[in-house]
């Protein structure tokens, strides 16, 4: 008794609060909702630390992860460690039969579990992360999320090497740019490395369902929610930040990565623009281009080729970084991409691509502004070689022809015996099933 009353009020919360998982299990419940319906009538408030102020990114650089760890606003509070992990695995009952390699489509077969770490700014920051049985998500009707799209997410890929070892492709690149998309979002940081621990934790649970052939492989959908139940455009005091596994096939037919996409390229379209979010990952991006997938694929085009600007400059192809490879006016092979100017995603297959290409020492490698008329023009006089996708779901694609204002723009990517786009795809792959050795493939132990 003489202990307890030794203790203050907020650190007797604090114990209790660390135990609560074990009452939520008995109760049933999947949410800690007394911060966010008035219960806890006092905040729990983090140390007293001298946190350091958070960094702010410029879109217009890359997104490479450096020596120094990265810097959380004070307000975020404490951070989980993958040290505070808790199982709990899924009974005979939950588990789910794995679909067979060659019948994958993407994103439609889930894995037995899930890692699921809350977020409450009035019980100190982060909680305790936990990996238990998949399950649906249980959240009330005005959570912010809903309302707001407070929301974003990353895509990682886990591959069975040739080795039969796991690896994941550059996860530390995947942690800053989602920790910068939750900086936008006001959501709360937290620490990349620790995360990337969880995460590899569940994929070692549910390694079974890595398919054993290099055609597929597990598709990993981190993402971070604004759970907060009240209605007002604001930060979100209660987030849930968790990921889900999904054995995964190509991501487009084997017809169409082998006869080369089709493009619209309509101005009248813009994915994103100056001062906006179109360099974060977040659902709000992805949710008006839906309709116009849909009037592409209405004229019997695959994809989109997203326009900005009067003069009609080249950003991202459906959701893919872009590449054109050309002989320029002075002769030369160039490899040339979009810049990161904030209307382009910093995409990780994106990073790669550049690093190899400019290692290979072949052709030029240049970031710059692309525009429609360069592409036609340059199309005209057959300076251009080949135009590709490039991102984590599909890797390499190809691209073979771009409606635009009416005509048909053919492009000679699939012309050639030894593409570029084919070099870059195999190197590539061959990194993430371990048939060459690179520290950009990270092994699961």
């Given at each position: 008794?003489?202990?307890?009353?030794?203790?203050?009020?907020?650190?007797?919360?604090?114990?209790?609060?660390?135990?609560?998982?074990?009452?939520?299990?008995?109760?049933?419940?999947?949410?800690?909702?007394?911060?966010?319906?008035?219960?806890?009538?006092?905040?729990?408030?983090?140390?007293?630390?001298?946190?350091?102020?958070?960094?702010?990114?410029?879109?217009?650089?890359?997104?490479?992860?450096?020596?120094?760890?990265?810097?959380?606003?004070?307000?975020?509070?404490?951070?989980?460690?993958?040290?505070?992990?808790?199982?709990?695995?899924?009974?005979?009952?939950?588990?789910?039969?794995?679909?067979?390699?060659?019948?994958?489509?993407?994103?439609?077969?889930?894995?037995?579990?899930?890692?699921?770490?809350?977020?409450?700014?009035?019980?100190?920051?982060?909680?305790?992360?936990?990996?238990?049985?998949?399950?649906?998500?249980?959240?009330?009707?005005?959570?912010?999320?809903?309302?707001?799209?407070?929301?974003?997410?990353?895509?990682?890929?886990?591959?069975?090497?040739?080795?039969?070892?796991?690896?994941?492709?550059?996860?530390?690149?995947?942690?800053?740019?989602?920790?910068?998309?939750?900086?936008?979002?006001?959501?709360?940081?937290?620490?990349?490395?620790?995360?990337?621990?969880?995460?590899?934790?569940?994929?070692?649970?549910?390694?079974?369902?890595?398919?054993?052939?290099?055609?597929?492989?597990?598709?990993?959908?981190?993402?971070?929610?604004?759970?907060?139940?009240?209605?007002?455009?604001?930060?979100?005091?209660?987030?849930l930040l968790y990921t889900i596994l999904s054995p995964v096939g190509g991501y487009f037919?084997?017809?169409?990565?082998?006869?080369?996409?089709?493009?619209?390229?309509?101005?009248?379209?813009?994915?994103?623009?100056?001062?906006?979010?179109?360099?974060?990952?977040?659902?709000?991006?992805?949710?008006?281009?839906?309709?116009?997938?849909?009037?592409?694929?209405?004229?019997?085009l695959q994809q989109v080729l997203w326009l900005y600007g009067e003069d009609h400059q080249?950003?991202?192809?459906?959701?893919?970084?872009?590449?054109?490879?050309?002989?320029?006016?002075?002769?030369?092979?160039?490899?040339?991409?979009?810049?990161?100017?904030?209307?382009?995603?910093?995409?990780?297959?994106?990073?790669?691509?550049?690093?190899?290409?400019?290692?290979?020492?072949?052709?030029?490698?240049?970031?710059?502004?692309?525009?429609?008329?360069?592409?036609?023009?340059?199309?005209?006089?057959?300076?251009?070689?080949?135009?590709?996708?490039?991102?984590?779901?599909?890797?390499?694609?190809?691209?073979?022809?771009?409606?635009?204002?009416?005509?048909?723009?053919?492009?000679?990517?699939?012309?050639?015996?030894?593409?570029?786009?084919?070099?870059?795809?195999?190197?590539?792959?061959?990194?993430?099933?371990?048939?060459?050795?690179?520290?950009?493939?990270?092994?699961?132990?």
């Open positions: 008794m003489k202990c307890l009353q030794r203790l203050t009020t907020t650190h007797l919360l604090r114990r209790v609060l660390e135990n609560q998982h074990k009452f939520i299990q008995l109760l049933q419940q999947q949410q800690v909702r007394s911060c966010s319906t008035g219960r806890l009538q006092e905040a729990i408030k983090p140390e007293d630390e001298d946190y350091p102020q958070l960094k702010t990114i410029d879109p217009s650089t890359s997104y490479y992860p450096t020596s120094k760890p990265f810097k959380h606003a004070p307000e975020v509070g404490d951070q989980f460690t993958h040290s505070q992990l808790a199982v709990r695995l899924a009974a005979p009952h939950q588990l789910h039969p794995k679909p067979d390699a060659d019948d994958l489509v993407f994103g439609k077969h889930f894995t037995d579990h899930m890692l699921k770490i809350a977020y409450h700014r009035r019980l100190g920051g982060w909680q305790k992360p936990e990996i238990m049985p998949m399950e649906n998500l249980v959240l009330h009707p005005a959570a912010k999320v809903f309302h707001y799209a407070v929301e974003l997410f990353e895509g990682m890929k886990a591959y069975r090497g040739v080795d039969g070892r796991i690896r994941i492709f550059r996860p530390e690149m995947n942690m800053a740019r989602m920790n910068a998309s939750a900086q936008r979002s006001g959501l709360p940081t937290f620490e990349g490395d620790e995360f990337i621990k969880c995460m590899s934790r569940l994929v070692t649970i549910d390694q079974e369902w890595v398919p054993h052939t290099e055609a597929a492989s597990l598709y990993l959908r981190p993402t971070l929610i604004g759970i907060e139940p009240t209605l007002g455009v604001a930060s979100s005091d209660s987030a037919t084997a017809g169409a990565t082998s006869m080369g996409v089709s493009l619209l390229a309509d101005p009248r379209y813009t994915r994103a623009w100056p001062g906006g979010v179109g360099d974060r990952k977040m659902g709000s991006n992805y949710a008006p281009t839906i309709q116009i997938q849909k009037e592409a694929t209405a004229q019997g080249v950003t991202e192809v459906g959701t893919m970084n872009f590449f054109m490879l050309m002989v320029n006016e002075q002769g030369e092979r160039e490899l040339i991409t979009p810049p990161l100017n904030g209307l382009i995603l910093p995409g990780i297959t994106r990073d790669s691509i550049l690093h190899l290409a400019r290692d290979w020492k072949q052709f030029k490698v240049t970031e710059r502004t692309i525009t429609m008329f360069e592409v036609k023009k340059a199309l005209y006089e057959n300076r251009i070689l080949e135009m590709f996708g490039a991102g984590t779901a599909c890797v390499v694609s190809p691209i073979e022809r771009i409606y635009y204002m009416g005509e048909n723009l053919m492009i000679p990517t699939l012309d050639h015996d030894e593409p570029v786009w084919k070099q870059i795809c195999t190197t590539l792959t061959d990194i993430q099933y371990g048939k060459i050795k690179h520290p950009w493939g990270v092994t699961i132990d």
